[in-house]
């Protein structure tokens, strides 16, 4: 009896140090990836002129001229259309393509799935690269249409495999009862088939918007002049010295993705609310 | 003129190399409740889906109220389906699963409220209409899958199973309600089971089918007193087989010689000629036993076990080196009972209409 419990509280404590050991483990791991941001966020409130200074205390003066810097508004605004169109294309297109992988059969298939994850497994470089000869070989004027294309180009793969992992829980069953009650191909679509999808199609479209708002390899690859989005932007104002400006932005679209791709998340586990499947 | 609900001429479904249903021939009459009773992957859920419009046939006809149907997509059939997984629309209420048919009717808003109101009333579920699916149980759940059919007023509804997921107690009680509600409405039921107990309780008439075929098709008890075939005897209920060959034919009666042994003689209800070889199928609760044989066509046996079942005491008895026969004895008391113990010799006797002739 005694020998037994000495055992098992021998067994717990071994336990317990084993569990800190791994929570320091991911304490440091943790620290290693986000430390350099927490400084990036810090430094954005530093009244020193000098975005690695020392510490001047605190000032909302960066975030400011942010606001009144026109190069930096027009930037946003061609990301914004740049994110905004190539999310709504892609996100129509990716979804029709994982219906058609996910509920016919056809020739090729297989080959036609390999080609739909290359976007996502290619380096961005290659891409890039890729694009550039394409539309240098066509002869299309480089600018915010090229940019829009390359993006729907890669983001049509995530939207397609966001929205097909959702498709593979569908019970097929469903649709058949919908047309069991009369209600044609479309009705069941729109009415049983697209409600219990929504909550992947959306987090499709979130991280599609999300990858396509930090793109920075492809669209400097595919920008014309005119064109220049807000990593290009920041890309060009840390050539001639981090400025707390640059840590600013910066903050600020590392704020944007983390609330796009946490709202992503939400929305594929399914708890978006109604829209959830049983 | 429609004489049949649905009539199913010649069908056959092929899934590749897969036979699912072959060259199969229904009829089924208004207001009847049918079921189609088979092992499982005899076919019966793809006979289904081929009257509700899901699959089509590679051959053959099927009509509905007298009108072929052809290539005619399911939302453009009279028929309703109960699923066996029930196949709520669990995004939506309850109501709006069972308006959801109405709807696509385009029928008026408050037509709608009064009928969902009924079919749910009829269903004995009201009060739950704005519950989710997932906040019913199984019981609960099946009785929404039905009022969402039934609020259509089908012509026909097809229920694969709809009984399975339920445990044993909630089934016998679903088994009666649904053949009172079926009386009551007046639907033509097509039913599929693997049940046989519950195809004979609830059905007018039962098709037996076996790898993709319709072996037999009647009423319950035509079913189980006169199987034509080896498999329905064996599928429905308990069933003795004695192998032999037709040692002569008189006008009503055939002798046939088991096992090279003994003779049996068994009503000439088919058409058989001296020498060809036969089964006879007899019912272990048909079979008495005696001390002294009854009657000169009693057949000599041992007793070789007796098993307590409760409400029966079974036999095993041995009638030829190759044959021992199941009988079953009602329970009438413990001391009221003739006990026969194993190693006594019995004399086997049943009424001639009870044993069966079947021709392999
Ligand atoms: N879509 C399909 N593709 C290929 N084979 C199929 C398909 N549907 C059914 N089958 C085959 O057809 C046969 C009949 O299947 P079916 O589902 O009709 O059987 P069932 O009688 O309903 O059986 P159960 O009682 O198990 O439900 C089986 O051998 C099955 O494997
Ligand atoms: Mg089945």
């Given amino acids: ?278 | 003129m429609a004489e049949y609900a649905i009539e199913l001429r010649n069908v056959s479904k092929h899934f590749g190399p897969v036979v699912a249903v072959d060259h199969v021939t229904l009829s089924i009459r208004d207001g009847e409740f049918f079921s189609l009773l088979g092992p499982s992957g005899c076919g019966k859920t793809t006979t289904l889906r081929l009257i509700a419009g899901f699959e089509l046939p590679t051959g053959g006809e099927i009509y509905i109220g007298g009108q072929l149907q052809g290539e005619t997509p399911p939302y453009r059939r009279p028929v309703n389906t109960v699923f066996q997984n029930y196949a709520l629309f669990p995004h939506m209420t309850v109501y709006e699963n069972v308006a959801f048919g109405l709807e696509m009717r385009r029928v008026p808003k408050d037509e709608i409220q009064r009928r969902v109101r009924e079919a749910l009333e009829m269903v004995r579920l009201p009060g739950m209409e704005n519950r989710r699916p997932n906040q019913l149980s199984g019981g609960q759940q099946q009785r929404v899958a039905l009022a969402r059919a039934l609020v259509n007023r089908p012509k026909v509804l097809l229920l694969d199973e709809p009984l399975g997921a339920l445990d044993l107690k909630l089934r016998k009680a679903m088994q009666l309600e649904l053949k009172a509600l079926q009386e009551r409405v007046g639907i033509t039921f097509v039913y599929v089971t693997h049940d046989q107990e519950e195809a004979l309780t609830m059905s007018d008439r039962i098709a037996v089918m076996n790898e993709g075929r319709v072996l037999q098709v009647g009423t319950p008890e035509e079913i189980y007193e006169r199987p034509t075939c080896r498999f329905v005897a064996d599928f429905i209920g308990e069933t003795n087989f004695l192998s032999g060959r037709v040692k002569e034919r008189r006008p009503k009666e055939v002798v046939v010689l088991v096992d090279g042994s003994v003779e049996v003689l068994v009503a000439a209800d088919r058409e058989v000629g001296v020498g060809d070889e036969v089964t006879i199928a007899i019912r272990p609760e048909r079979i008495s036993l005696h001390a002294k044989p009854p009657d000169p066509r009693a057949l000599p046996g041992r007793v070789e076990e007796r098993i307590y079942v409760g409400t029966d005491i079974r036999y095993l008895v041995r009638l030829t080196e190759q044959t021992v026969l199941s009988v079953r004895q009602q329970n009438p008391g413990t001391d009221a009972m003739i006990r026969f113990s194993p190693g006594d010799t019995v004399y086997l006797h049943w009424r001639l209409p009870s044993a069966r002739l079947l021709t392999e």
Wanted: glycine share 10%; no cysteine; net charge positive.
């Fill in chain 1, 1 to 278: 009896m005694t020998g037994s419990r000495g055992v098992g509280s021998g067994t717990r404590r071994r336990g317990r140090w084993l569990a800190r050991l791994l929570a320091l483990h991911g304490v440091l791991g943790y620290l290693f990836l986000y430390a350099p941001i927490v400084v990036l966020v810090i430094y954005s409130f530093n009244a020193s002129r000098y975005a690695s200074g020392a510490w001047r205390g605190f000032t909302l003066d960066w975030y400011a001229r942010l606001f009144t810097n026109e190069a930096i508004g027009a930037a946003l605004r061609n990301t914004l259309i740049v994110a905004g169109v190539s999310t709504l294309v892609s996100t129509v297109f990716g979804t029709m393509v994982a219906l058609a992988m996910e509920r016919y059969d056809f020739r090729g298939k297989l080959a036609f799935d390999a080609l739909l994850y290359l976007p996502i497994i290619i380096p961005d470089i290659a891409m890039a690269v890729m694009l550039l000869l394409f539309f240098v070989l066509a002869r299309v004027q480089l600018g915010l249409t090229t940019i829009i294309i390359s993006h729907v180009a890669f983001n049509i793969s995530f939207v397609a495999v966001v929205v097909r992992a959702r498709l593979a829980y569908f019970d097929i069953t469903l649709e058949e009862a919908a047309q069991d009650l009369y209600a044609n191909e479309w009705q069941t679509f729109r009415r049983v088939t697209l409600p219990l999808i929504m909550p992947g199609i959306l987090g499709g479209a979130l991280l599609a918007f999300t990858l396509s708002i930090d793109d920075f390899v492809i669209t400097f690859f595919t920008a014309g002049p005119g064109s220049t989005t807000l990593p290009l932007r920041i890309y060009s104002m840390v050539k001639l010295g981090v400025t707390p400006e640059v840590n600013a932005l910066s903050s600020m679209m590392l704020l944007a993705s983390i609330g796009l791709v946490l709202l992503s998340l939400l929305l594929q586990k399914g708890g978006g609310g109604g829209i959830e499947i049983a």
